[in-house]
């Protein structure tokens, strides 16, 4: 169930959208295209409100996790008639299908029947079924989740150079946090239906709004000390486990002196300082 939920994602722009299994990332997204019902709220495609229209009149193109294509056309068919359907003529439809299928590595495949085909080159058919189109929104959920490494890499720039040129909002859902970071002009983080923080991915990273993104965003995942801020004459630190870390700096804003407080630390910030070395900032 969610509960306030506020995911706008910008003409051209990724908002990816990150959570633990069961925070409603996926019934987001099934909330804008409809096959979801909202109980509260609207839902808004293009500035459009869509919250009463079936999912068929709003214009949205949906890649699933697992994708069905029609069972009786060819791959180079399916995607054709992905683009036909809504209403673009047959042969800017077939342009659209081998300039897409180049993009996407897909060539080999417009041949092939569905059945032939593996999860993986199945979930490529999806993606450039939705590709062919412009819609009013581009709505992803793990769409490279049945795809090598080396295709998540290739697959995910076409997929956001393609939104970028589309100049439409994306949604992106997935359970990678690298890729999350890597596709997303800006980062959601839910948890049990709500929305913890929005930003830019490297915000998120640096500056997390509690401890659940903290620990949540990113791997190797954050160290936490309970420590105590310590403040005097001569300056301001943490005092964990007996020994005072010195801050180097002014106290936080906000904090008083032996409040206390977690420090968080990412492994790429921790190194061994040699004698005379100056401490990091």
């Known amino acids: ?151 998540r890499l290739r697959t995910r720039r076409t997929v956001v150079d393609a939104v970028h040129r589309a100049g439409v909002g994306a949604l992106y859902v997935t359970h990678d946090q690298a890729e999350a970071m890597a596709v997303g002009d800006r980062l959601a983080v839910l948890r049990d239906g709500e929305v913890v923080q929005v930003d830019r991915p490297r915000r998120v990273y640096e500056r997390p709004a509690d401890v659940f993104v903290a620990e949540f965003v990113g791997g190797p995942g954050i160290g936490l000390l309970p420590a105590r801020l310590v403040t005097g004459a001569g300056g301001a630190g943490f005092r964990v486990s007996g020994r005072t870390l010195p801050l180097w700096g002014p106290a936080p804003a906000g904090l008083a002196g032996t409040e206390r407080v977690l420090i968080g630390l990412r492994p790429e910030e921790v190194g061994e300082a040699g004698p005379g070395a100056t401490p990091a900032r």
């Open 1 to 151: 169930m969610l509960r306030g939920v506020t995911l706008l994602a910008e003409p051209g722009e990724v908002l990816a959208v990150v959570g633990p299994s069961g925070s409603g990332k996926t019934t987001a997204l099934r909330a804008v295209a409809g096959l979801q019902a909202v109980r509260a709220g609207r839902v808004l495609v293009a500035g459009r409100d869509v919250t009463s229209v079936p999912t068929p009149s709003r214009n949205v193109a949906m890649v699933f996790r697992s994708t069905t294509l029609v069972p009786f056309l060819d791959v180079a068919a399916n995607l054709a008639r992905s683009a036909g359907a809504h209403g673009v003529p047959k042969p800017e439809a077939e342009r659209r299908v081998v300039a897409r299928s180049r993009l996407l590595g897909l060539v080999r495949l417009l041949p092939r029947m569905p059945r032939t085909l593996s999860a993986g080159e199945a979930g490529m058919a999806g993606i450039g079924r939705t590709l062919v189109r412009t819609p009013a929104a581009f709505l992803f959920d793990e769409p490279l989740a049945h795809l090598d490494a080396a295709e």
